[in-house]
């Protein structure tokens, strides 16, 4: 079975300054994906960034980058350039052989000005 | 309207009552999911739908009875729920599921009804 592991419950981080979100997981499966999705306290799941077990390069998508590191099994989240408006939940998922999401328990950032 | 909606946004309900949540996408997407978030746990998948058909049923208890009438539309029926079954009640969609085999199709969510159980 898979599984999702974020072990930062909570993060500060300030205005304009990178910050890095963990995210380890576990799985058999040759093939599988990893999301990133950001949840505002609105409660919507906003879609942020994927990454394919076979894609050599890191995903970006903007502010967003995805640092891959598939022998560790890790898929850390990297936002540059943090703004107020990225204080959130963040989830990392993976998704199995049905495409169903598995996700973490998510960890809150919260960026000072 | 664009994206996925959920309605109502907040519902509050009786043990003995019955109600529906209801979710509508507009992405022309044939996968449609049911997600159950509680406080400090992660998101737990509920119901699996493509192209209206149910494809998954995580142990829900029968009390949360789903309905997929069209690929664009997607209900959640509740009756006689406990007060644990409080919580934030996600519905998403994608392009399609691949039962079997790896699916790269991101989920679109939407807002979420936070559902009270008094």
């Known amino acids: 079975a898979q599984k999702i592991t974020q072990t930062q419950p909570g993060m500060f981080v300030q205005e304009k300054e990178a910050v890095t979100l963990d995210c380890t997981y576990d799985?058999?499966?040759?093939?599988?994906?990893l999301f990133w999705y950001k949840q505002p306290s609105s409660g919507e799941m906003i879609f942020l960034i994927y990454?394919?077990?076979?894609?050599?390069q890191n995903a970006t998508e903007g502010r967003y980058s995805l640092n891959f590191q598939k022998a560790r099994k890790s898929a850390n989240l990297v936002i540059s350039a943090s703004q107020l408006g990225d204080s959130a939940m963040y989830f990392c998922?993976?998704?199995?052989?049905?495409?169903?999401?598995?996700f973490g328990q998510g960890t809150e950032l919260s960026v000072k000005p | 309207e664009t994206g996925v909606t959920q309605t109502p946004r907040h519902l509050v309900m009786g043990m003995t009552n019955k109600k529906s949540l209801k979710c509508e996408q507009h992405?022309?997407?044939?996968?449609m999911y049911w997600y159950k978030q509680s406080a400090k746990k992660p998101l737990e998948l509920m119901f699996v739908?493509?192209?209206?058909?149910?494809?998954e049923n995580n142990s829900v208890p029968s009390r949360f009875s789903p309905e997929c009438p069209n690929s664009s539309h997607l209900f959640l029926h509740l009756h006689t729920l406990q007060p644990e079954d409080s919580a934030l009640y996600l519905c998403?969609?994608?392009?399609?599921?691949?039962?079997?085999?790896?699916?790269?199709?991101?989920?679109?969510f939407g807002p979420g009804t936070r559902l009270t159980v008094t």
């Open positions: 998403a969609s994608s392009q399609d599921v691949n039962p079997g085999g790896f699916s790269s199709y991101e989920q679109y």
């Open positions: 799985t058999s499966d040759q093939s599988y994906g």
């Open positions: 990454q394919g077990s076979y894609d050599e």
């Open positions: 998922a993976i998704n199995d052989q049905g495409g169903k999401l598995i």
């Open positions: 992405l022309g997407h044939n996968a």
């Open positions: 739908y493509s192209l209206e058909e149910r494809v």
